[in-house]
């Protein structure tokens, strides 16, 4: 079997050892809900220093490879937990992801997703105004995510098309921030970046129906990707953070 070798880089000493157990709380997944439409790269190690992974001859997407992944995160969707969260810290992309298990899913999001990504904000001004809006609006912004959602999922957590890896005859999900959360946290992220073809969307809807109000939670749980974003990469992110801030002002 090929490898692939993955180097830290980074201060965080346990970047891949989360990640490993991430990819393995997938993988149980997986075969739990006998899904036999996405896979996970094997891991051979992992250490403070490097993961070394199964390595993907990756192949060109089709809509058949779409199709499959909108039923196989659909089916991933029904691995599922008695509360929201995880029991101990990951990461999403180079920052930290705070965690614990809740049975509120709004109050989890609200404080550590959206409130958390505010506090690592640099520029003061910016911080202020994020902070104000989520003020006004938490009351009423965690009663409506917990009046529409009805389980706390499995979820890959950070699913865009760079995280999907299209095999031969499989497709991999790779890089995870995963936790248990409502499932159209995932299904949100896929239109940060789009090129996800509409068969995706098609198929995971036919095997597991959004929610009625899934476009009024899709900029709630984007803006905090877009602050993500912009706390690791800067001001190029702050216009789709304000506009998903927009979006919340409307639970005043």
């Known amino acids: 079997m090929d490898t692939f ?14 990640e490993e157990k991430g990819l393995e709380l997938l993988n149980k997944a997986i075969e739990e809900t006998n899904n036999r439409y996405i896979s996970i790269p094997k891991i051979v190690c992992a250490t403070e220093d490097e993961l070394e992974i199964e390595k993907i001859d990756i192949h060109s997407s089709t809509k058949e490879s779409f199709r499959d992944l909108g039923i196989g995160l659909a089916l991933l969707h029904e691995y599922t937990n008695n509360s929201y969260g995880l029991e101990y810290d990951n990461y999403i992309g180079l ?17 550590y997703r959206l409130q958390y990504q505010i506090n690592l904000i640099k520029d003061e001004k910016i911080k202020n105004k994020f902070q104000t809006v989520l003020d006004e609006t938490k009351n009423n912004l965690i ?14 957590g950070d699913l865009w098309g760079g995280n999907i890896l299209f095999g031969k005859s499989k497709i991999y999900l790779i890089d995870p921030a995963v936790y248990f959360a409502d499932r159209e946290v995932d ?14 969307y098609k198929f995971y ?20 990707h877009y602050l993500n974003h912009y706390n690791l990469f800067g001001i190029s992110y702050l216009n789709s953070c304000i506009e998903c801030l927009n979006h919340l002002k409307t639970f005043k």
């Open 5 to 18: 070798h993955k180097l830290n880089s980074t201060e965080n000493k346990d970047t891949f050892i989360q």
């Open 95 to 111: 920052n930290k992801q705070r965690n614990m298990l809740s049975q509120n899913w709004g109050l989890f999001f609200v404080e």
């Open 143 to 156: 009663r409506f995510l917990n009046e529409n959602c009805d389980k706390p999922s499995l979820v890959h």
């Open 187 to 200: 299904i949100a992220m896929t239109k940060i970046f789009s090129g996800f073809d509409d068969i995706f």
């Open 205 to 224: 809807n036919k095997t597991s129906p959004l929610s009625k109000n899934y476009l009024q939670k899709e900029p709630i749980y984007n803006l905090y």
